[in-house]
Protein backbone atom coordinates (compact mmCIF):
# COMPACT_ATOMS: atom_id res chain seq x y z
CA UNK A 1 0.00 0.00 0.00
CA UNK A 2 1.64 3.31 -1.06
CA UNK A 3 1.68 6.00 1.73
CA UNK A 4 2.69 8.71 0.38
CA UNK A 5 0.50 10.93 -0.30
CA UNK A 6 1.68 12.95 -3.18
CA UNK A 7 2.08 10.63 -5.73
CA UNK A 8 -1.00 9.05 -7.08
CA UNK A 9 -0.78 5.13 -7.64
CA UNK A 10 -4.26 3.10 -8.38
CA UNK A 11 -2.66 0.54 -6.49
CA UNK A 12 -2.97 2.32 -3.22
CA UNK A 13 -5.82 3.16 -3.61
CA UNK A 14 -7.77 0.05 -4.63
CA UNK A 15 -5.42 -1.08 -1.15
CA UNK A 16 -6.93 1.32 1.31
CA UNK A 17 -10.43 0.41 0.09
CA UNK A 18 -9.69 -3.37 0.13
CA UNK A 19 -9.48 -2.42 3.89
CA UNK A 20 -12.73 -3.78 5.25
CA UNK A 21 -14.59 -2.22 8.41
CA UNK A 22 -16.09 -4.14 11.08
CA UNK A 23 -19.13 -3.17 12.63
CA UNK A 24 -17.76 -2.20 15.29
CA UNK A 25 -15.56 0.06 13.87
CA UNK A 26 -18.25 1.23 11.35
CA UNK A 27 -20.50 2.49 14.44
CA UNK A 28 -17.30 3.92 16.15
CA UNK A 29 -17.01 6.26 13.36
CA UNK A 30 -21.16 6.94 13.01
CA UNK A 31 -20.50 8.04 17.12
CA UNK A 32 -17.97 10.01 16.47
CA UNK A 33 -20.01 12.10 13.71
CA UNK A 34 -22.61 11.69 15.79
CA UNK A 35 -24.32 15.58 16.95
CA UNK A 36 -23.58 16.44 20.58
CA UNK A 37 -27.49 15.37 21.27
CA UNK A 38 -27.34 12.53 20.45
CA UNK A 39 -23.92 11.61 22.09
CA UNK A 40 -25.48 13.11 26.10
CA UNK A 41 -28.43 10.75 25.04
CA UNK A 42 -26.66 7.62 24.41
CA UNK A 43 -24.92 8.46 27.58
CA UNK A 44 -27.70 8.59 29.90
CA UNK A 45 -29.58 5.78 28.12
CA UNK A 46 -26.47 3.68 28.93
CA UNK A 47 -26.23 4.92 32.27
CA UNK A 48 -29.74 4.61 33.22
CA UNK A 49 -29.59 0.82 31.99
CA UNK A 50 -26.50 0.24 34.05
CA UNK A 51 -28.20 1.34 36.90
CA UNK A 52 -31.13 -0.81 36.41
CA UNK A 53 -28.95 -4.07 35.82
CA UNK A 54 -26.40 -3.61 38.60
CA UNK A 55 -29.38 -2.21 41.04
CA UNK A 56 -28.49 -4.11 43.63
CA UNK A 57 -24.61 -3.89 43.84
CA UNK A 58 -24.97 -0.08 43.02
CA UNK A 59 -27.88 0.76 45.89
CA UNK A 60 -26.72 1.73 49.24
CA UNK A 61 -29.42 -0.26 50.85
CA UNK A 62 -32.14 -2.70 50.21
CA UNK A 63 -35.49 -1.57 47.97
CA UNK A 64 -37.70 -1.61 51.05
CA UNK A 65 -35.52 -1.43 53.60
CA UNK A 66 -36.90 0.52 56.79
CA UNK A 67 -35.09 3.33 58.93
CA UNK A 68 -36.21 4.37 61.94
CA UNK A 69 -36.08 8.16 61.08
CA UNK A 70 -38.76 9.05 57.97
CA UNK A 71 -38.29 11.98 56.05
CA UNK A 72 -34.38 12.19 57.24
CA UNK A 73 -32.75 15.49 55.46
CA UNK A 74 -29.97 14.72 53.39
CA UNK A 75 -26.91 13.33 54.35
CA UNK A 76 -23.99 11.20 54.22
CA UNK A 77 -25.94 7.98 55.34
CA UNK A 78 -28.98 8.56 53.18
CA UNK A 79 -27.57 10.64 50.36
CA UNK A 80 -31.33 12.54 49.36
CA UNK A 81 -32.92 11.71 52.95
CA UNK A 82 -35.66 9.00 53.84
CA UNK A 83 -38.83 9.17 52.41
CA UNK A 84 -42.49 8.92 54.25
CA UNK A 85 -41.85 5.66 56.05
CA UNK A 86 -38.47 5.67 56.49
CA UNK A 87 -37.14 4.29 53.19
CA UNK A 88 -33.29 5.08 51.54
CA UNK A 89 -34.32 7.26 48.79
CA UNK A 90 -31.33 7.47 46.85
CA UNK A 91 -31.93 2.75 46.74
CA UNK A 92 -35.15 3.32 46.07
CA UNK A 93 -34.15 5.87 42.47
CA UNK A 94 -31.94 3.30 41.94
CA UNK A 95 -34.38 -0.06 42.16
CA UNK A 96 -37.05 2.57 40.47
CA UNK A 97 -34.95 2.74 37.55
CA UNK A 98 -34.97 -1.04 37.14
CA UNK A 99 -38.76 -1.41 38.09
CA UNK A 100 -40.10 1.32 36.37
CA UNK A 101 -38.14 1.41 32.56
CA UNK A 102 -37.84 -2.34 32.99
CA UNK A 103 -42.09 -2.18 33.01
CA UNK A 104 -41.96 0.11 30.42
CA UNK A 105 -39.44 -1.31 28.56
CA UNK A 106 -40.87 -4.98 28.23
CA UNK A 107 -44.90 -3.24 27.29
CA UNK A 108 -43.29 -1.67 24.61
CA UNK A 109 -41.57 -5.22 23.52
CA UNK A 110 -45.33 -6.90 23.65
CA UNK A 111 -47.05 -3.79 22.38
CA UNK A 112 -44.84 -4.29 19.07
CA UNK A 113 -45.02 -8.21 19.00
CA UNK A 114 -48.70 -7.38 18.73
CA UNK A 115 -49.16 -4.38 16.77
CA UNK A 116 -46.05 -5.04 14.68
CA UNK A 117 -47.42 -8.95 13.90
CA UNK A 118 -50.97 -7.88 12.88
CA UNK A 119 -49.75 -5.27 11.32
CA UNK A 120 -48.22 -7.13 8.68
CA UNK A 121 -50.30 -10.02 8.76
CA UNK A 122 -53.12 -7.29 7.84
CA UNK A 123 -50.51 -5.52 5.02
CA UNK A 124 -49.93 -9.14 3.59
CA UNK A 125 -53.78 -10.39 3.47
CA UNK A 126 -55.58 -7.64 2.67
CA UNK A 127 -59.46 -8.97 3.05
CA UNK A 128 -61.69 -8.84 5.98
CA UNK A 129 -58.49 -9.81 8.24
CA UNK A 130 -56.94 -6.26 7.15
CA UNK A 131 -61.02 -4.33 7.32
CA UNK A 132 -61.62 -5.85 10.93
CA UNK A 133 -58.43 -5.39 12.44
CA UNK A 134 -58.03 -1.77 11.09
CA UNK A 135 -61.45 -0.88 11.82
CA UNK A 136 -61.13 -2.49 15.61
CA UNK A 137 -57.90 -0.04 15.79
CA UNK A 138 -60.02 2.92 15.07
CA UNK A 139 -62.99 1.94 18.08
CA UNK A 140 -59.46 1.37 20.25
CA UNK A 141 -57.86 4.93 19.28
CA UNK A 142 -61.03 6.50 19.61
CA UNK A 143 -60.96 6.57 23.30
CA UNK A 144 -58.22 8.87 25.12
CA UNK A 145 -55.71 6.00 26.29
CA UNK A 146 -54.91 7.09 30.00
CA UNK A 147 -58.93 6.84 30.39
CA UNK A 148 -59.15 3.68 28.62
CA UNK A 149 -56.55 1.84 30.69
CA UNK A 150 -57.91 3.61 34.21
CA UNK A 151 -61.20 1.84 33.29
CA UNK A 152 -59.28 -1.67 32.18
CA UNK A 153 -57.18 -1.33 35.39
CA UNK A 154 -60.49 -0.72 37.82
CA UNK A 155 -61.89 -3.80 36.05
CA UNK A 156 -59.13 -6.20 36.18
CA UNK A 157 -57.35 -4.79 38.94
CA UNK A 158 -53.66 -3.31 39.40
CA UNK A 159 -51.39 -5.85 39.01
CA UNK A 160 -47.80 -5.19 37.25
CA UNK A 161 -48.79 -8.09 34.87
CA UNK A 162 -52.31 -6.19 33.86
CA UNK A 163 -50.41 -2.96 33.84
CA UNK A 164 -48.08 -4.60 31.27
CA UNK A 165 -50.84 -6.09 28.87
CA UNK A 166 -53.59 -3.10 29.14
CA UNK A 167 -50.80 -0.99 28.36
CA UNK A 168 -49.28 -2.86 25.40
CA UNK A 169 -52.71 -3.95 23.75
CA UNK A 170 -53.98 -0.13 23.78
CA UNK A 171 -50.28 1.19 22.28
CA UNK A 172 -50.00 -1.77 19.99
CA UNK A 173 -52.72 0.40 17.49
CA UNK A 174 -50.23 2.94 16.99
CA UNK A 175 -47.47 0.62 16.22
CA UNK A 176 -50.02 -1.69 13.92
CA UNK A 177 -51.43 1.64 12.10
CA UNK A 178 -47.76 1.94 11.44
CA UNK A 179 -46.40 -1.24 10.35
CA UNK A 180 -49.35 -1.43 8.05
CA UNK A 181 -48.92 1.60 6.65
CA UNK A 182 -45.09 1.08 5.75
CA UNK A 183 -45.45 -2.85 4.71
CA UNK A 184 -48.44 -1.59 2.13
CA UNK A 185 -45.61 -0.50 -0.06
CA UNK A 186 -43.40 -3.36 0.30
CA UNK A 187 -45.72 -5.62 0.26
CA UNK A 188 -46.38 -5.13 -3.26
CA UNK A 189 -42.77 -5.28 -4.28
CA UNK A 190 -41.88 -8.49 -7.20
CA UNK A 191 -39.27 -10.32 -4.47
CA UNK A 192 -42.42 -10.66 -2.37
CA UNK A 193 -44.41 -12.09 -5.20
CA UNK A 194 -42.05 -14.22 -6.26
CA UNK A 195 -41.83 -15.27 -2.31
CA UNK A 196 -45.19 -16.05 -2.16
CA UNK A 197 -45.30 -18.14 -5.65
CA UNK A 198 -42.27 -20.03 -4.46
CA UNK A 199 -44.78 -21.45 -1.97
CA UNK A 200 -43.38 -19.37 1.52
CA UNK A 201 -45.91 -19.50 4.39
CA UNK A 202 -46.93 -15.93 5.65
CA UNK A 203 -45.12 -16.25 8.58
CA UNK A 204 -41.43 -16.65 5.85
CA UNK A 205 -42.83 -13.85 3.79
CA UNK A 206 -43.52 -11.74 7.12
CA UNK A 207 -39.97 -11.97 8.74
CA UNK A 208 -37.70 -12.62 6.05
CA UNK A 209 -39.04 -10.04 2.97
CA UNK A 210 -41.13 -7.48 4.08
CA UNK A 211 -39.55 -7.31 8.23
CA UNK A 212 -35.60 -6.48 7.07
CA UNK A 213 -37.04 -3.58 4.62
CA UNK A 214 -39.53 -1.74 7.28
CA UNK A 215 -37.17 -2.23 9.99
CA UNK A 216 -36.08 1.55 10.26
CA UNK A 217 -39.06 3.49 10.64
CA UNK A 218 -39.79 0.68 13.31
CA UNK A 219 -36.90 1.13 15.25
CA UNK A 220 -37.20 4.86 15.77
CA UNK A 221 -41.27 4.21 16.52
CA UNK A 222 -39.82 1.93 19.08
CA UNK A 223 -37.65 4.38 20.97
CA UNK A 224 -40.66 7.14 20.32
CA UNK A 225 -43.56 4.57 21.59
CA UNK A 226 -41.05 3.63 24.81
CA UNK A 227 -41.27 7.39 25.69
CA UNK A 228 -45.16 7.82 25.46
CA UNK A 229 -45.05 3.96 27.34
CA UNK A 230 -42.68 5.03 29.99
CA UNK A 231 -44.85 8.50 30.61
CA UNK A 232 -47.89 7.28 30.98
CA UNK A 233 -46.47 4.22 33.07
CA UNK A 234 -45.35 7.06 35.22
CA UNK A 235 -48.54 8.82 34.95
CA UNK A 236 -50.56 5.95 36.23
CA UNK A 237 -47.79 4.75 38.67
CA UNK A 238 -48.21 8.57 39.59
CA UNK A 239 -52.21 8.46 40.25
CA UNK A 240 -51.67 5.87 42.63
CA UNK A 241 -53.08 2.71 40.18
CA UNK A 242 -50.26 1.51 38.17
CA UNK A 243 -47.40 -0.10 39.87
CA UNK A 244 -48.16 -0.59 43.55
CA UNK A 245 -45.96 -0.26 46.73
CA UNK A 246 -43.41 -1.42 48.16
CA UNK A 247 -41.76 -1.52 44.85
CA UNK A 248 -40.09 1.43 43.81
CA UNK A 249 -41.25 3.31 41.11
CA UNK A 250 -40.45 6.72 39.95
CA UNK A 251 -43.75 7.69 39.61
CA UNK A 252 -45.37 6.65 42.56
CA UNK A 253 -42.07 7.94 45.16
CA UNK A 254 -43.21 11.93 43.28
CA UNK A 255 -46.50 11.02 44.68
CA UNK A 256 -45.41 9.88 47.78
CA UNK A 257 -43.09 12.46 48.89
CA UNK A 258 -44.77 15.04 47.51
CA UNK A 259 -45.79 17.06 50.63
CA UNK A 260 -41.92 17.93 51.05
CA UNK A 261 -42.25 20.66 48.60
CA UNK A 262 -43.79 22.72 51.07
CA UNK A 263 -40.97 22.90 53.15
CA UNK A 264 -38.76 24.66 50.00
CA UNK A 265 -38.39 27.73 52.28
CA UNK A 266 -36.86 26.22 55.25
CA UNK A 267 -35.01 23.10 53.16
CA UNK A 268 -34.45 23.72 49.89
CA UNK A 269 -33.06 20.12 49.44
CA UNK A 270 -35.61 18.34 51.20
CA UNK A 271 -38.18 20.07 48.64
CA UNK A 272 -36.35 18.75 45.86
CA UNK A 273 -36.55 14.93 46.82
CA UNK A 274 -39.96 14.55 45.02
CA UNK A 275 -38.76 16.07 41.93
CA UNK A 276 -35.52 13.58 41.85
CA UNK A 277 -37.58 10.54 40.21
CA UNK A 278 -39.67 13.21 38.13
CA UNK A 279 -36.42 14.40 36.44
CA UNK A 280 -34.78 10.89 36.23
CA UNK A 281 -38.41 10.50 34.32
CA UNK A 282 -37.82 13.33 32.26
CA UNK A 283 -34.05 13.17 31.43
CA UNK A 284 -34.57 9.52 30.32
CA UNK A 285 -37.36 10.48 27.79
CA UNK A 286 -34.94 13.66 26.34
CA UNK A 287 -32.72 11.11 25.89
CA UNK A 288 -34.30 8.45 23.93
CA UNK A 289 -35.90 11.61 22.06
CA UNK A 290 -32.68 12.96 21.15
CA UNK A 291 -30.82 9.72 19.92
CA UNK A 292 -34.38 8.76 17.93
CA UNK A 293 -33.66 11.94 16.19
CA UNK A 294 -30.53 11.44 15.27
CA UNK A 295 -31.46 7.88 13.99
CA UNK A 296 -34.37 9.23 12.02
CA UNK A 297 -32.03 11.62 10.48
CA UNK A 298 -29.37 9.16 9.48
CA UNK A 299 -31.43 6.98 8.25
CA UNK A 300 -34.35 9.00 6.52
CA UNK A 301 -32.31 11.81 5.27
CA UNK A 302 -34.50 14.30 6.67
CA UNK A 303 -33.08 17.17 7.05
CA UNK A 304 -34.00 20.00 8.90
CA UNK A 305 -36.49 22.75 7.02
CA UNK A 306 -34.39 25.92 5.27
CA UNK B 1 -55.93 -11.84 36.65
CA UNK B 2 -58.75 -11.61 38.28
CA UNK B 3 -61.74 -9.35 37.85
CA UNK B 4 -62.30 -7.13 40.98
CA UNK B 5 -65.47 -8.45 42.88
CA UNK B 6 -66.92 -4.87 44.45
CA UNK B 7 -68.28 -7.56 47.06
CA UNK B 8 -65.60 -9.16 47.98
CA UNK B 9 -63.58 -6.16 48.63
CA UNK B 10 -65.99 -4.21 50.88
CA UNK B 11 -67.11 -7.24 52.81
CA UNK B 12 -63.41 -8.47 53.26
CA UNK B 13 -62.22 -11.69 52.94
CA UNK B 14 -64.08 -13.20 55.89
CA UNK B 15 -67.13 -12.63 54.71
CA UNK B 16 -69.65 -15.76 54.02
CA UNK B 17 -70.34 -16.36 50.26
CA UNK B 18 -73.98 -15.90 51.45
CA UNK B 19 -73.61 -12.41 52.35
CA UNK B 20 -71.19 -11.81 49.28
CA UNK B 21 -73.83 -13.24 46.90
CA UNK B 22 -77.10 -11.19 48.78
CA UNK B 23 -74.87 -8.10 48.42
CA UNK B 24 -74.40 -8.76 44.85
CA UNK B 25 -77.72 -9.27 43.75
CA UNK B 26 -78.56 -6.55 45.60
CA UNK B 27 -76.63 -4.20 43.33
CA UNK B 28 -77.48 -6.04 40.26
CA UNK B 29 -73.92 -7.76 40.18
CA UNK B 30 -75.20 -11.41 40.01
CA UNK B 31 -77.11 -10.87 36.14
CA UNK B 32 -74.68 -11.65 32.84
CA UNK B 33 -72.11 -8.89 32.01
CA UNK B 34 -74.32 -8.05 28.68
CA UNK B 35 -77.29 -7.52 30.48
CA UNK B 36 -75.89 -5.17 32.93
CA UNK B 37 -74.28 -3.31 29.78
CA UNK B 38 -77.44 -2.59 27.95
CA UNK B 39 -79.43 -1.85 31.03
CA UNK B 40 -76.24 1.03 31.63
CA UNK B 41 -76.43 1.90 27.79
CA UNK B 42 -80.31 2.43 28.16
CA UNK B 43 -79.94 4.56 31.40
CA UNK B 44 -77.17 6.85 30.05
CA UNK B 45 -79.21 7.79 26.78
CA UNK B 46 -81.67 9.04 29.24
CA UNK B 47 -79.26 10.96 31.59
CA UNK B 48 -79.06 8.40 33.84
CA UNK B 49 -75.53 6.88 34.95
CA UNK B 50 -76.30 4.56 37.78
CA UNK B 51 -75.79 4.22 41.57
CA UNK B 52 -72.12 4.32 42.52
CA UNK B 53 -70.85 1.50 44.86
CA UNK B 54 -69.64 3.64 47.23
CA UNK B 55 -71.40 4.54 50.82
CA UNK B 56 -72.66 1.18 51.12
CA UNK B 57 -71.34 -0.78 53.87
CA UNK B 58 -71.67 -4.63 55.67
CA UNK B 59 -74.74 -3.64 57.61
CA UNK B 60 -76.66 -2.24 55.03
CA UNK B 61 -77.38 0.97 55.39
CA UNK B 62 -77.49 3.12 52.25
CA UNK B 63 -75.93 6.28 51.59
CA UNK B 64 -74.52 6.26 48.32
CA UNK B 65 -75.19 8.47 45.60
CA UNK B 66 -76.39 9.14 41.83
CA UNK B 67 -73.42 8.90 39.77
CA UNK B 68 -74.93 11.84 37.62
CA UNK B 69 -74.81 13.86 40.91
CA UNK B 70 -70.95 12.90 42.21
CA UNK B 71 -70.14 14.14 38.62
CA UNK B 72 -72.12 17.15 37.14
CA UNK B 73 -70.95 19.55 39.92
CA UNK B 74 -66.92 18.59 38.90
CA UNK B 75 -67.89 18.59 35.65
CA UNK B 76 -67.76 22.32 36.07
CA UNK B 77 -65.15 22.47 37.84
CA UNK B 78 -63.13 21.06 34.84
CA UNK B 79 -64.70 22.74 32.19
CA UNK B 80 -63.64 25.79 33.87
CA UNK B 81 -60.27 24.59 34.41
CA UNK B 82 -59.78 23.27 30.64
CA UNK B 83 -61.02 26.43 29.21
CA UNK B 84 -58.96 29.04 30.99
CA UNK B 85 -55.99 26.68 30.26
CA UNK B 86 -57.17 27.10 26.64
CA UNK B 87 -57.83 30.48 26.46
CA UNK B 88 -54.11 30.94 27.71
CA UNK B 89 -52.52 28.36 25.35
CA UNK B 90 -54.04 29.06 22.36
CA UNK B 91 -53.65 32.62 21.56
CA UNK B 92 -50.05 32.61 23.19
CA UNK B 93 -48.69 29.21 21.01
CA UNK B 94 -50.75 31.36 17.88
CA UNK B 95 -48.60 34.34 18.62
CA UNK B 96 -44.97 32.31 19.31
CA UNK B 97 -45.55 30.03 16.48
CA UNK B 98 -46.19 33.50 14.02
CA UNK B 99 -42.98 34.88 15.57
CA UNK B 100 -40.68 32.04 15.48
CA UNK B 101 -41.76 31.84 11.36
CA UNK B 102 -40.90 35.58 11.02
CA UNK B 103 -37.94 35.33 12.87
CA UNK B 104 -36.46 31.49 11.65
CA UNK B 105 -33.58 30.59 12.88
CA UNK B 106 -32.97 33.42 15.00
CA UNK B 107 -31.95 32.80 18.47
CA UNK B 108 -35.18 33.58 19.60
CA UNK B 109 -36.80 31.28 17.40
CA UNK B 110 -34.17 28.34 18.71
CA UNK B 111 -34.56 28.86 22.46
CA UNK B 112 -38.42 28.92 21.54
CA UNK B 113 -37.98 25.73 19.80
CA UNK B 114 -35.61 24.11 22.56
CA UNK B 115 -37.80 25.41 25.21
CA UNK B 116 -41.03 23.53 23.56
CA UNK B 117 -39.31 20.08 22.97
CA UNK B 118 -38.03 20.02 26.61
CA UNK B 119 -41.36 20.97 28.11
CA UNK B 120 -42.82 18.16 25.58
CA UNK B 121 -40.73 15.33 27.09
CA UNK B 122 -41.55 16.28 30.34
CA UNK B 123 -44.48 14.63 32.04
CA UNK B 124 -47.44 16.70 33.55
CA UNK B 125 -46.75 16.24 36.98
CA UNK B 126 -43.12 17.26 36.75
CA UNK B 127 -44.03 20.29 35.34
CA UNK B 128 -46.59 21.09 37.94
CA UNK B 129 -44.23 20.12 40.94
CA UNK B 130 -41.70 22.42 39.32
CA UNK B 131 -44.37 25.29 38.89
CA UNK B 132 -45.04 24.73 42.55
CA UNK B 133 -41.81 24.57 44.25
CA UNK B 134 -41.53 27.86 42.26
CA UNK B 135 -44.54 30.03 42.63
CA UNK B 136 -46.47 28.39 45.83
CA UNK B 137 -43.47 27.19 48.29
CA UNK B 138 -40.00 29.28 47.46
CA UNK B 139 -42.37 32.46 46.75
CA UNK B 140 -46.10 32.48 47.90
CA UNK B 141 -47.79 33.74 45.14
CA UNK B 142 -50.14 31.36 44.08
CA UNK B 143 -52.11 28.56 46.33
CA UNK B 144 -50.83 25.31 45.96
CA UNK B 145 -53.93 23.47 46.58
CA UNK B 146 -56.44 24.94 44.17
CA UNK B 147 -59.62 23.79 46.38
CA UNK B 148 -62.39 25.63 44.78
CA UNK B 149 -66.20 24.91 46.15
CA UNK B 150 -69.19 26.18 44.90
CA UNK B 151 -69.15 30.08 46.60
CA UNK B 152 -66.04 30.49 45.60
CA UNK B 153 -66.14 33.25 43.60
CA UNK B 154 -64.89 34.09 40.02
CA UNK B 155 -62.22 35.86 40.74
CA UNK B 156 -60.77 34.07 43.82
CA UNK B 157 -61.35 30.88 41.21
CA UNK B 158 -59.03 32.49 38.63
CA UNK B 159 -56.52 33.00 41.47
CA UNK B 160 -56.47 29.48 42.85
CA UNK B 161 -56.29 27.59 39.25
CA UNK B 162 -53.80 30.03 37.83
CA UNK B 163 -51.16 27.14 38.53
CA UNK B 164 -53.46 24.26 37.25
CA UNK B 165 -54.48 26.02 34.48
CA UNK B 166 -50.14 27.08 33.72
CA UNK B 167 -49.48 23.66 33.76
CA UNK B 168 -51.75 22.34 31.12
CA UNK B 169 -50.64 25.54 29.29
CA UNK B 170 -47.04 24.65 29.46
CA UNK B 171 -47.95 20.99 28.44
CA UNK B 172 -49.94 22.32 25.10
CA UNK B 173 -48.41 25.15 23.92
CA UNK B 174 -45.32 23.21 22.40
CA UNK B 175 -47.52 21.25 20.18
CA UNK B 176 -49.61 23.57 19.33
CA UNK B 177 -46.61 26.30 18.68
CA UNK B 178 -44.56 24.10 16.81
CA UNK B 179 -47.66 22.72 14.25
CA UNK B 180 -47.93 26.79 13.62
CA UNK B 181 -44.62 27.41 12.60
CA UNK B 182 -44.51 24.61 10.73
CA UNK B 183 -47.42 25.04 8.81
CA UNK B 184 -47.01 28.99 8.17
CA UNK B 185 -43.06 27.52 7.08
CA UNK B 186 -44.56 25.29 4.66
CA UNK B 187 -46.49 27.65 2.44
CA UNK B 188 -44.21 30.14 2.03
CA UNK B 189 -42.21 27.98 0.55
CA UNK B 190 -45.53 28.24 -2.26
CA UNK B 191 -45.37 30.07 -5.49
CA UNK B 192 -47.70 33.03 -4.69
CA UNK B 193 -45.36 34.17 -1.58
CA UNK B 194 -42.34 34.32 -4.06
CA UNK B 195 -44.80 36.36 -6.67
CA UNK B 196 -46.01 38.59 -2.90
CA UNK B 197 -42.10 38.63 -2.53
CA UNK B 198 -40.86 39.90 -5.56
CA UNK B 199 -43.51 42.58 -5.42
CA UNK B 200 -42.19 44.21 -2.63
CA UNK B 201 -44.15 43.09 0.22
CA UNK B 202 -42.55 43.01 3.47
CA UNK B 203 -41.81 39.57 5.57
CA UNK B 204 -44.31 40.73 8.24
CA UNK B 205 -47.00 41.20 5.57
CA UNK B 206 -46.44 38.08 3.66
CA UNK B 207 -46.94 35.86 6.69
CA UNK B 208 -50.13 37.86 8.03
CA UNK B 209 -51.63 38.62 4.71
CA UNK B 210 -51.15 35.55 2.34
CA UNK B 211 -49.57 32.74 4.37
CA UNK B 212 -51.70 32.61 7.59
CA UNK B 213 -54.76 32.47 5.50
CA UNK B 214 -54.11 29.73 4.13
CA UNK B 215 -52.62 28.03 7.22
CA UNK B 216 -56.06 28.19 9.39
CA UNK B 217 -56.93 24.77 8.08
CA UNK B 218 -53.89 23.03 9.88
CA UNK B 219 -53.56 25.03 12.48
CA UNK B 220 -57.49 25.02 13.74
CA UNK B 221 -56.72 21.08 13.75
CA UNK B 222 -54.12 20.71 15.65
CA UNK B 223 -56.09 23.31 18.13
CA UNK B 224 -59.05 21.29 18.13
CA UNK B 225 -56.44 18.03 18.58
CA UNK B 226 -54.59 19.70 21.52
CA UNK B 227 -57.91 20.57 23.16
CA UNK B 228 -59.03 16.75 23.54
CA UNK B 229 -54.95 16.65 24.89
CA UNK B 230 -56.31 18.82 27.85
CA UNK B 231 -59.03 16.15 28.38
CA UNK B 232 -56.67 13.99 28.99
CA UNK B 233 -54.00 15.79 30.95
CA UNK B 234 -56.34 17.58 33.25
CA UNK B 235 -56.97 14.32 35.39
CA UNK B 236 -52.92 14.12 36.50
CA UNK B 237 -53.09 18.11 36.75
CA UNK B 238 -56.08 17.41 38.85
CA UNK B 239 -54.66 15.10 41.20
CA UNK B 240 -52.07 17.10 41.87
CA UNK B 241 -53.56 20.37 42.96
CA UNK B 242 -55.81 18.45 44.66
CA UNK B 243 -58.68 20.04 42.18
CA UNK B 244 -62.53 18.82 42.73
CA UNK B 245 -62.42 17.87 38.58
CA UNK B 246 -63.73 14.63 37.32
CA UNK B 247 -60.28 13.21 36.43
CA UNK B 248 -59.75 13.26 40.64
CA UNK B 249 -63.32 11.49 40.80
CA UNK B 250 -62.06 9.53 38.18
CA UNK B 251 -59.01 8.23 40.05
CA UNK B 252 -60.25 7.66 43.46
CA UNK B 253 -63.41 5.94 42.32
CA UNK B 254 -60.57 3.36 39.99
CA UNK B 255 -58.80 2.99 43.51
CA UNK B 256 -62.15 2.03 45.21
CA UNK B 257 -62.71 -0.15 42.20
CA UNK B 258 -66.77 1.83 42.10
CA UNK B 259 -67.22 0.98 38.41
CA UNK B 260 -70.30 2.96 37.60
CA UNK B 261 -68.68 6.23 38.32
CA UNK B 262 -65.22 5.06 36.41
CA UNK B 263 -67.77 4.27 33.92
CA UNK B 264 -69.48 7.82 33.94
CA UNK B 265 -66.73 9.08 34.12
CA UNK B 266 -65.08 7.18 31.03
CA UNK B 267 -68.10 8.46 29.35
CA UNK B 268 -67.53 12.24 29.71
CA UNK B 269 -64.01 12.36 28.55
CA UNK B 270 -64.46 9.73 25.75
CA UNK B 271 -67.59 12.08 24.30
CA UNK B 272 -65.84 14.88 24.46
CA UNK B 273 -62.59 13.60 22.97
CA UNK B 274 -64.78 12.19 20.11
CA UNK B 275 -66.56 15.74 19.60
CA UNK B 276 -63.54 17.65 19.38
CA UNK B 277 -61.80 15.27 16.83
CA UNK B 278 -64.95 15.52 15.05
CA UNK B 279 -64.88 19.67 15.22
CA UNK B 280 -61.18 19.47 13.87
CA UNK B 281 -62.33 17.19 11.29
CA UNK B 282 -65.19 19.42 10.33
CA UNK B 283 -62.76 22.64 10.60
CA UNK B 284 -60.49 21.26 8.12
CA UNK B 285 -63.20 20.32 5.61
CA UNK B 286 -64.47 23.91 6.09
CA UNK B 287 -61.45 26.09 5.52
CA UNK B 288 -60.20 23.27 2.87
CA UNK B 289 -63.58 21.62 0.61
CA UNK B 290 -60.71 20.05 -1.41
CA UNK B 291 -60.88 17.33 1.35
CA UNK B 292 -64.21 16.29 0.36
CA UNK B 293 -63.38 14.46 -2.93
CA UNK B 294 -60.55 12.05 -2.23
CA UNK B 295 -58.92 11.13 -5.41
Not at chain 1, 143 to 160: H, K, N, R, W
Not at chain 1, 161 to 179: K, P
Not at chain 1, 193 to 213: D, F, Q, T, Y
Request: proline letters at 5%; glycine letters at 6%; a neutral charge.
Amino acid sequence: MNKDTKTYSAAGEVGSILETRSTFTRLKIELTKAPLTAKFGIFIIIVFVGLAIFAPLIAPYGEAEVFPEPYAPWSSNHIFGTDQIGRDIFSRLIFGARNTVGVAFATTILAFLIGGALGLAAAINRSYLDLFLSRTVDVLMAIPQLIFALVLLSIFGSTIINLIIIIAVLDSTRVFRLTRAVSLNVVVMDYVEVAKLRGENISWVMRKEILPNILPPLIAEFGLRFCFVFLSIAALSFLGVGIQPPTADWGSMVRENASLIQFAQYDLKAAMTPLLPAAAIALLTVAVNFVVDWFLHKTSGIKDEK
Amino acid sequence: MLPGDFGQAILGQAALPETVAAFRQELGLDKPAYIRYFDWALGAIQGDLGTSFSGRNASGADRSAEVVDKIAPRLWNTLFLASMAALIAVPLSLILGILTALYRNSFFDRSVNTATLTTISFPEFFVAYILILFFASLNQIFPSLANVDPDTNFGERIYRTALPAFTLTLVIVAHMMRMTRAAIINLLASPYIQMAKLSGASQTEIILKHALPNAWAPIATVIAFNLAYLVVGVVVVEVVFVYPGVGQLMVDAVRTRDIPVVQGCALIFAVTYILLNLIADIIGIVTNPRLLHPK
